[in-house]
């Protein structure tokens, strides 16, 4: 335990799972941590190995946060295990997804001909939370402010505070011509940005309308907010283990501290000699 705010990576990937890379192939899950309060955001294919890891703590209250729901952020929910057994309780929130209530697009996930177990006969105590688009809220010892961003389906940001610390995961988000206002706002004075940087900026200009950004996006972004640790995030599935270390190693060369996100990364939202973002650990 530890009251400084921490975030921890399960899952990287954009679009689909890819098994075949070293710097981790499941798709977008992390967990924030402060004190006795942990967050789960996104539950991708990363989700099972954290589900796995809580049953040997034994029962516990598990809080998921859905940026949208689309296949890639919610495909790890009907294999993580605490939702099958008694005694563990889990809140699965979202903003508005625009199409179905928040209950109803959860419930659709378990039911057949597409999964066995219908969402009513989970063993544990698992209920959904509709949040309010721009809400502001408390989860034990974290504030967590929202804000739409921009995508094909609803998409939402998340900035996490604690202590004087925060963190920004906004992933799913297309850049503008200009730096996104709504996003500038939410991560002004950060200390960790997590960025959706899926394409190049040489690829870019082939997938406009596609909802995802690029690294030089995310940088010039935390150069605007004053986030002095960027980490690219929600990698292209065809993107290989080289081509990722060359993606971060021109992005650190254009924005000092740059880092691309792997499984099994820890990052502390801390000054640690004047330097904030600092790596605690890697996998």
């Not at 921490?6 to 890379?21: D, K, N, Q």
């Not at 099972?48 to 809580?54: I, K, P």
């Not at 996930?109 to 209920?127: C, I, K, M, N, S």
């Amino acid at each position: 335990m530890t009251n400084d705010l921490t975030v921890r990576f399960l899952g990287v990937r954009g679009s689909i799972p890819t098994p075949e890379h070293a710097a981790g192939g499941n798709t977008s899950c992390v967990e924030v941590c402060a004190g006795d309060t942990r967050i789960i955001i996104d539950a991708g294919s990363g989700l099972r190995a954290l589900g796995n890891e809580r049953m040997a703590h034994g029962p516990r209250h598990s809080t998921i946060l859905l940026s949208h729901l689309h296949w890639d952020h919610v495909c790890g929910l009907p294999f993580f295990t605490p939702i099958y057994v008694p005694g563990h309780r889990v809140e699965i929130a979202s903003g508005p997804n625009g199409t179905l209530s928040h209950d109803e697009a959860i419930r659709s996930l378990f039911r057949a001909p597409f999964f066995p177990v219908d969402f009513d006969e989970l063993g544990g105590t698992v209920t959904t939370r509709e949040l309010r688009a721009n809400d502001k809220f408390q989860i034990g010892d974290i504030t967590i402010t929202m804000a739409k961003l921009n995508h094909p389906d609803p998409v939402f940001g998340f900035r996490l505070e604690h202590g004087g610390q925060s963190i920004v995961y906004a992933t799913d988000t297309e850049h503008f011509a200009c730096v996104d206002p709504t996003l500038e706002k939410l991560a002004a004075g950060a200390d960790i940005l997590i960025y959706d940087s899926q394409y190049t900026p040489e690829e870019y200009p082939s997938k406009v309308g596609w909802g995802h950004s690029t690294w030089q996006a995310g940088a010039d972004l935390a150069r605007a907010a004053g986030v002095p640790q960027l980490v690219l995030f929600h990698h292209d599935p065809g993107r290989t283990d080289a081509q990722l270390a060359e993606i971060e190693r021109t992005a650190a060369a254009n924005l000092p501290g740059t880092v691309a996100a792997r499984e099994g990364m820890v990052l502390v939202a801390r000054s640690i000699d004047g330097k904030k973002g600092e790596r605690a650990a890697a996998a």
